[in-house]
Each structure stands twice: as structure tokens, then as C-alpha cells.
């Protein structure tokens, strides 16, 4: 079975400060991928990040950056220097091949980020 | 990125009507396509997967003669929530998977039902 387990409810920060969102997940297969979504107050998911289990490479893009670390089965994502439209609700996903065949994607319960100016 | 759109972005119906809510793939071939329910402060939470030219795949739980799916091409995939109450009310999410591989999956906009 899979599983997302994003820990973090709720975080508030006061802008400028850096900020890691916890992602943990669990699966039995080997080939699978972890992705990172953005839900702002319009509701509309927001792509932000695809890794596939053979690439452990950290990746940094302007603030954001990911930390995937599978001998943690963890794939954190950092903001540095969070700013007021950072704020929203941050969804950890999991895909692998193991589900019947129908490779149908795990959702954590999402961390609900608040910057405050 | 491919696109995925959905119709109307919002619907605001009374209690016993039918409400369909459209889900199409804009630049690609959508092989199979997700239904999601979200309520407020909750994560997503899958409904059913429809493949397209057969029967749509619910979760447990979630009553097929209530949430009518149809896949009927490549590009377009419906959800009607029929005879709705204000239970009902959600913010429905379409995804899109195309025949790139099974690791790609687009999300559309979303469609908030509100039911009177």
C-alpha cells in the first residue's frame, strides 16, 4: 500500500524566513515518483516539482528546493525567504506502479503554509 | 505543460437538480482522467478513475448513481452529480493522464458546487 504523510498541519512564518515542509511516504515498489503541488486560495493545483525514485539529486529552483532522501523515504521541500505569496496550502504526492495497474497518484493531507508580513 | 480545463469553474444549484461538471484535456489525449472531491481544509480525496471507451472505476465509498462519469473521447470526460444536495457542496478536481507515460498527470482548475 501506499502512503503520504505530511505531518505539518499548519505552519506560520513571518516573511524573510526559510521554511521546510515535511513529506514522508511509503511504498513497496522501486520505481515511483514524488511530486509537489501549490494550492493557493483560488484552488487550482500548481505543479511544482516531479522526482523519480533514481534520482536523488537535491534541486534548487529560485527559493524553492527539495531534499529526497530514500534511506528516509522522506522528500522535504524547503522556501528560503518566504514572502506573503508563498501562502497556501502545499500537497506531497506519491505515483508508483503498484496500484492494480492503474498507477493512480497518493495524496499526503497537504501543509497549509501562512507568511505573515 | 499540457493543459487541462474544466466547465463551469463554479455552479451554484438547488437541492435536487443535476449538476455536470466538464473536464477536458486541451493539447493532448487524455487516456485516463481522475475525479477528486475536496472539502474545505482537506486533501484530495479520489472519487473514481475512468478510462477512456469503458466504465469508470469508483472508490470505496463513493456511490456511482450519484457521481456519473463518462469518458467518451480522448478529450473530454464529465462528472454529474445527480439529484444534488447541499452535501454535495465541494470543490471538484479533474486530472488528465496522457499517453505519455504514467507518471505524467495534469491537474485541472477545479469546479466549486455549491447546492442550495
Known amino acids: 500500500a501506499q502512503k503520504v504523510t505530511q505531518a505539518q498541519t499548519e505552519i506560520s512564518v513571518v516573511e524573510k524566513e526559510d521554511v521546510t515542509l515535511d513529506c514522508v511516504y511509503e511504498t513497496r515498489d522501486t520505481t515511483y515518483y514524488l511530486f509537489w503541488y501549490k494550492q493557493p486560495p483560488s484552488g487550482e493545483l500548481v505543479f511544482l516539482i516531479r522526482?523519480?525514485?533514481?534520482?536523488?539529486q537535491n534541486e534548487i529552483s529560485g527559493r524553492y528546493s527539495w531534499n529526497f532522501q530514500k534511506s528516509t523515504s522522506s522528500f522535504n521541500f524547503t522556501i528560503t525567504a518566504s514572502q506573503v505569496v508563498d501562502s497556501a496550502v502545499y500537497f506531497c504526492?506519491?505515483?508508483?506502479?503498484?496500484?492494480?495497474?492503474?498507477?493512480?497518484?497518493?495524496f499526503g493531507r497537504g501543509t497549509s503554509l501562512i507568511v505573515h508580513p | 505543460g499540457a493543459v487541462v480545463s474544466q466547465h463551469p469553474s463554479w455552479v451554484i444549484c438547488k437541492s435536487g437538480t443535476s449538476v455536470k461538471i466538464e473536464c477536458r484535456s486541451l493539447d493532448f489525449q487524455a487516456t485516463t482522467m481522475f475525479w477528486y472531491r475536496q472539502f474545505p481544509k482537506q486533501s484530495l480525496m479520489l472519487m473514481a478513475t475512468s478510462n477512456e471507451g469503458s466504465k469508470a472505476t469508483y472508490e470505496q465509498g463513493v456511490e456511482k448513481d450519484k457521481f456519473l462519469i463518462n469518458h467518451a473521447s480522448l478529450t473530454l470526460s464529465t462528472l454529474t452529480v445527480t439529484s444534488a444536495h447541499p452535501e454535495d457542496s465541494s470543490f471538484y478536481i479533474c486530472?488528465?493522464?496522457?499517453?505519455?507515460?504514467?507518471?505524467?498527470?495534469?491537474f485541472g482548475p477545479g469546479t466549486r458546487l455549491t447546492v442550495l
Open positions: 486530472s488528465a493522464r496522457g499517453l505519455a507515460g504514467w507518471n505524467e498527470q495534469f
Open positions: 522526482r523519480n525514485s533514481f534520482d536523488e
Open positions: 504526492a506519491l505515483i508508483s506502479p503498484n496500484s492494480g495497474g492503474s498507477y493512480i497518484p497518493t
